[in-house]
Nanobody
Framework: VQLQAWGGGLTQAGGSLTLSCTVS????????IGWFRQAPGKEREVVSC????????YYSDSVKGRFAISRDNAKNTVYLQMNSLKPEDTAVYYC??????????????????WGQGTQVTVSS
């Protein structure tokens, strides 16, 4: 089982990045996928999540209207499109998978698998 998050980088405020989470070793459509982030000195927080079917999504208030989560189960990949980036979005971003979770459950802990992080840095 493997989740690989990639697509991070350095961008200026107002810019855009698209993160990808590619999975292997399990059937993606049976898992909710969450994107989390952790900034230096701060606790990890959930940014967005999507159910296995893609029918339900969640966004934290800090990213609502700027970020969009999507999934392509055929490609075993979940995306996080990040627009209008702000310096406070700077963090290591992680993707994680939780078996058959509702979007409410996906906002909480209890994830089965985690990927390594990808650094997002937004300069002012």
């Amino acid at each position: 089982v493997q989740l690989q998050a990639w697509g991070g980088g350095l961008t200026q405020a107002g810019g855009s990045l698209t993160l990808s989470c590619t999975v292997s070793g399990f059937t993606l459509n049976r898992y909710a996928i969450g994107w989390f982030r952790q900034a230096p000195g701060k606790e990890r927080e959930v940014v967005s999540c999507v159910t296995g079917s893609g029918a339900s999504t969640y966004y934290s208030d800090s990213v609502k209207g700027r970020f969009a989560i999507s999934r392509d189960n055929a490609k075993n990949t979940v995306y996080l499109q990040m627009n209008s980036l702000k310096p406070e979005d700077t963090a290591v971003y992680y993707c994680a998978a939780r078996y058959r979770a509702t979007v409410s459950a996906a906002r909480e802990s209890g994830y089965n698998y985690w990927g390594q992080g990808t650094q997002v840095t937004v300069s002012s």
